[in-house]
């Protein structure tokens, strides 16, 4: 029973090695990487999770301990748990809202595909964020283009991996992929809206019921 379940976890950590590996040939090559990712199976949920828990961290990391020369931070205001909803909540509100489009234009890719693919999409943000979050601590203001060049590069080749994963995931061409993530985003838009619309209405009826459990409280106690 032992030798099974320490063959089992052995597996369990070599399956999430090479998933969370293949992310790489994601980042070099996403429009093979992308399509084996989901049509070959060659992505996981558990290498998906980790990553976005990367991303977190990495977000924190770079808040915390870059150079107060790029980032000045107000500590007495900062907030771990607003600055974690920061992107989580844009992330699995591009997910909900890429699954109901894309399905409406006849996309290939179910909710765990999108996740997955998503999810891979993020890894140049940590490959790239989190060694120049040392490097800011080590070069001056004027050498900031070089640290802010690669921030910037980044940020864009994650949103062409985003790209590559849409039209992959889904059997999209380039210009039906542009138009998904465009719908996508009022999508987000339009998501967003009805989350605030709702708890909206949903704060106005508990402040109703408080005030008429004070109104009839006070009148017959």
């Not at 992310?23 to 429009?31: D, E, I, Q, R, Y």
């Not at 107060?68 to 607003?82: A, G, H, P, S, T």
């Not at 920061?86 to 409406?104: K, R």
């Not at 234009?105 to 891979?120: A, E, L, Q, V």
Request: charged letters at 15%; a positive charge.
């Amino acid at each position: 029973m032992k030798a099974i379940t320490k063959n089992s976890i052995k597996e369990w950590f070599s399956h999430f090695g090479k998933t969370l590996k293949y992310s790489l040939h994601c980042v070099v090559s996403p429009f093979d990487g992308f399509w084996d990712l989901t049509h070959e199976k060659r992505g996981s949920m558990r290498a998906a999770v980790f990553l976005v828990l990367m991303t977190v961290l990495t977000s924190i990391w770079k808040t915390r301990y870059t150079s107060f020369v790029f980032i000045r931070v107000q500590w007495e205001y900062f907030n771990i748990i607003l600055n974690i909803c920061t992107f989580l909540l844009p992330f699995f509100i591009w997910i909900l809202s890429n699954w109901c489009l894309t399905t409406l234009f006849d996309g290939k890719g179910n909710m765990r595909d999108i996740f997955i693919g998503s999810s891979y999409a993020l890894t140049p943000y940590i490959l790239i964020q989190l060694p120049m979050i040392v490097v800011s601590n080590f070069v001056t203001y004027e050498e900031g283009a070089f640290y802010t060049y690669f921030l910037s590069f980044s940020m864009i080749w994650c949103g062409f991996l985003f790209l590559a994963s849409v039209m992959q995931i889904h059997d999209f061409s380039f210009g039906k992929a542009i138009g998904s993530i465009l719908c996508i985003l009022v999508g987000m838009l339009v998501i967003v809206f009805l989350l605030v619309l709702f708890f909206s209405l949903f704060s106005d009826a508990i402040s109703f019921f408080i005030s008429l459990y004070k109104e009839i409280s006070y009148r017959f106690y």
